[in-house]
């Protein structure tokens, strides 16, 4: 009897000691981000011109992010095609992809437009001046948007690298993924023999950067914290009230997006997307910080295999979307064109608008190749459509920074519904992780 008395507490003693401890609610980071960015909102308010100061903060958590982004998609897509073993298994899961992006997209753009008419948004900013300092931005966007890519042999030259590290230097992210295919195909290429420690070394420098990852996350708070104080202190109340009917139905329309088209398209395949929200929230806070989808294509590119996509899928689709699939990007173009016609009294006919839909099919996927991001692929498209007034650029660039909050984050909810809807068509869905995922 005391022998077994004494082998039942080794027992409970060993799951004891075998059982996670439950770690505290202060180290969640989905929390430090959150109280993050309502510091950053009251510093920006009460002492605007320190909370201008801060943006270094955000500048430098962004940097530290990028510099592992191209290497870890590199890595990533690499060792997936070889895990593939199957040229044709890779090809197959592309085609599906390009077709979804396209067809996802499309309704974006249209839904923008249509959204923007029902709204009138545009229409009460008659008389709203823009402010300097936004016109100043604006101006330097428009420049950049004058050498933007913006027929389609110029964007498909673009996607093709001619330095294997320039492409990496310059954060090519298209660039890298080509790279990575070309490689992935020629490692398998090789014998077994001299693929196994090529794809070992692989995987140990990828689990590598992992950690690094891990590393930069923890400095997320602080970077959340510069950048929303920067944001409020430099924009101040008064552009935030003239521009909040713009800015709040903006809002709406990705909210709208997100449960209505992307609710829709999970529903289809036996998804929950408010269960699929919820298993991201960190990385949608995050994202509501820091505006920049970069900044959890890491933490999504390892989280997305627990959720059931198999790794190559996620390593494939994932980056891919961040070029061809950008949905928020897609709204905020389509409405933001309804909104500078409608505030400087431009009619548009429905073969205009069309017209210009079809222009901005082309120029939103370079808003991963542009430097400057989703409003200087904008001001490509204003300046492409040769009807919308370019002085209007000045307006929507005062509360841009607001705007790509939702953005940004809507294309990151995008991609995510897209790698798993993808990885369910394609034959790569692990259904019994997502049902031990799923359940609460």
Do not use: C, F
């Given at each position: 009897m005391a022998a077994m008395a004494t082998t039942q507490r080794e027992d409970i003693a060993l799951e004891q000691t075998v059982k996670?401890?439950?770690?505290?609610?202060?180290?969640?980071?989905?929390?430090?981000?959150?109280?993050?960015?309502?510091?950053?909102i009251i510093v920006g308010l009460v002492w605007p011109e320190f909370g201008a100061s801060l943006k270094i903060l955000g500048d430098i958590f962004l940097r530290l992010i990028k510099t592992a982004v191209a290497p870890l998609v590199f890595l990533t897509v690499v060792?997936?095609?070889?895990?593939?073993?199957?040229?044709?298994?890779?090809?197959?899961?592309?085609?599906?992809a390009m077709i979804y992006f396209e067809i996802v997209s499309t309704i974006a753009l249209a839904l923008g437009l249509l959204f923007g008419n029902l709204v009138g948004v545009g229409k009460n900013l008659d008389h709203v001046t823009a402010p300097a300092t936004a016109a100043k931005g604006a101006a330097a966007a428009t420049k950049a948007a004058a050498t933007s890519h913006t027929t389609f042999d110029q964007f498909l030259l673009n996607v093709f690298p001619d330095n294997f590290v320039g492409a990496f230097a310059r954060g090519e992210l298209l660039q890298v993924l080509v790279i990575a295919l070309i490689f992935g195909f020629g490692l398998m290429a090789l014998s077994p023999e001299k693929r196994a420690p090529i794809e070992s070394g692989l995987n140990t420098i990828s689990t590598a950067f992992f950690e690094f990852i891990h590393i930069i996350m923890a400095l997320a708070p602080i970077g959340t914290f510069g950048a929303v104080a920067y944001a409020v202190g430099s924009n101040g109340t008064a552009v935030l009230v003239s521009l909040a009917y713009f800015v709040l139905t903006f809002y709406a329309l990705v909210i709208l997006f997100i449960v209505v088209v992307l609710g829709a398209v999970c529903a289809m395949f036996s998804i929950n997307i408010f269960r699929l929200l919820r298993y991201i929230r960190d990385e949608i806070i995050i994202m509501l910080g820091t505006a920049s989808s970069e900044s959890v294509l890491p933490r999504l590119l390892e989280k997305l295999p627990a959720y059931g996509a198999s790794k190559q899928t996620v390593g494939l689709v994932l980056p891919t979307g961040y070029a061809f699939n950008l949905d928020g990007t897609s709204l905020f173009m389509s409405m933001g064109v309804i909104f500078l016609a409608n505030a400087y009294g431009v009619p548009l006919s429905w073969e205009q608008e069309i017209g210009i839909l079809a222009i901005m099919l082309l120029t939103s996927k370079g808003a991963a190749t542009v430097s400057g991001g989703s409003f200087v692929v904008f001001a490509a498209t204003v300046t492409a459509s040769g009807i919308l007034p370019v002085d209007g650029l000045a307006l929507i660039f005062g509360v841009y920074r607001f705007l790509s909050i939702a953005l940004a984050t809507c294309n990151v909810i995008g991609n995510t519904v897209a790698t798993v809807v993808v990885a369910k068509l394609a034959g790569e869905f692990d259904e019994t992780a997502w049902k031990r995922v799923e359940t609460p």
């Open positions: 996670p401890t439950k770690k505290a609610l202060w180290k969640n980071l989905g929390l430090q981000v959150a109280v993050s960015m309502i510091l950053g060792v997936g095609v070889v895990a593939a073993g199957d040229i044709k298994r890779v090809g197959k899961v592309g085609l599906i």
